[in-house]
C-alpha cells in the first residue's frame, strides 16, 4: 500500500490534494495500462487520452473510498474503479450503434442455439452456414461486434442479481463470508474454466498471453507470428464464444431454478 493512503487511512483524515496527486502520478502506468486493454477492442475514432482521463476519475474515486480492512491489495482496487470509469464514460457515450448491437446479440443467439444443438462449440463453419453468410464474412462480423464485449454487466438481460453480484465481487476482488456466495462463485468459475477450455488452442492462447501475460497484441503477434490483426481477430472470435457460453450456461440455471 501506498505511504500516502496509509497515513491517510490510519489517522482517518482527508488526504490532501498533494497527496492525491502524488498518488495519481504513482498509478499513472496502471491508468495506461488499463486504458490501453480497453482500448485495443475499440473502434479507431475513440481517443486513448479520453480513456486515461477517465481512468484519472476512477483513481481518485479510489483513493478516497479505499478501506484497507477489506481482503484486498489497493492495487487490486484502483485497477478495478479505472475499469469501471472507463466503462462507464464509454457507455454514456453510447458509441456502439444500435445496429452493431443488435447484430451482437443475433451472433450470440446463434452460437447459443447452435450450441444445445450440437452438444458442443460450434465451428466457425457452422456459424456462418447457420447464418447463410461465408467465413470470412462471419470474421469480418467478429471484427464488427468486438466492442460490444465492453458491455455493462446491468445490461446483460439473462444474469440474475445473484449472478450480477457474483462477477461484481470477483472484479473487486473480494472474498465471501457466506456459502451462497461461495457457490454462486464456484458456479461462474466453473463455467469461464469449461468456455476457456472448449476454445480452439489459438484461442486460448492469446487470451493466456493478453489477460495473464500481460502482452500486448503487437508482442502476441511476433509470439505466434502472426499480423497484429490477426491477433485482434483472434481475440474477438474468443469474447464472442465465451459470451455465448456464458448466456447459455445462465439461461440453463435460471430455466432449473425456476
Not at 109 to 114: E, G, K, N, P
Not at 124 to 145: P, T, Y
Request: glycine content about 4%.
Amino acid at each position: 500500500m501506498s505511504g500516502a493512503i496509509k497515513k491517510y487511512k490510519e489517522e482517518a483524515q482527508k488526504i490532501t490534494q498533494t497527496e492525491k496527486d502524488k498518488l495519481i502520478v504513482e498509478y499513472a502506468p496502471l491508468i495506461k495500462f488499463v486504458a490501453q486493454k480497453i482500448a485495443a477492442r475499440l473502434p479507431s475514432n475513440i481517443e486513448l487520452d479520453d480513456l486515461i482521463s477517465s481512468g484519472v476519475i476512477g483513481l481518485m474515486d479510489a483513493i478516497d473510498k479505499y478501506d484497507p480492512t477489506r481482503d484486498n491489495k489497493f492495487k487490486t482496487y484502483a485497477e478495478f474503479r479505472i475499469r469501471g470509469a472507463i466503462l462507464d464514460e464509454l457507455r454514456a457515450q453510447d458509441w456502439v450503434p444500435r445496429s452493431v448491437r443488435d447484430k451482437s446479440k443475433m451472433l450470440d443467439r446463434t452460437m447459443v442455439d447452435l450450441e444445445v444443438e450440437l452438444g458442443r462449440s460450434p465451428k466457425d463453419e457452422e456459424v456462418a452456414e447457420r447464418l447463410q453468410i461465408s467465413v470470412g464474412e462471419l470474421h469480418e462480423l467478429i471484427n464488427e461486434v468486438r466492442p460490444v464485449s465492453v458491455v455493462s454487466i446491468d445490461e446483460a438481460p439473462t444474469f440474475s442479481s445473484v449472478d450480477k453480484k457474483s462477477i461484481l465481487n470477483i472484479l473487486d476482488g473480494c472474498k465471501f463470508n457466506n456459502p451462497q456466495s461461495h457457490l454462486d462463485v464456484k458456479f461462474l468459475k466453473d463455467v469461464i474454466t469449461s468456455a476457456i477450455e472448449d476454445l480452439p488452442e489459438r484461442q486460448r492462447l492469446v487470451l493466456s498471453l493478453y489477460y495473464y501475460e500481460d502482452l500486448n497484441l503487437k508482442e502476441i503477434g511476433r509470439v505466434l507470428r502472426v499480423t497484429e490483426s490477426r491477433v485482434s481477430q483472434l481475440h474477438a472470435q474468443a469474447i464472442v464464444r465465451l459470451r455465448a457460453k456464458l448466456n447459455h450456461a445462465f439461461q440453463a440455471r435460471d430455466l432449473e431454478a425456476s
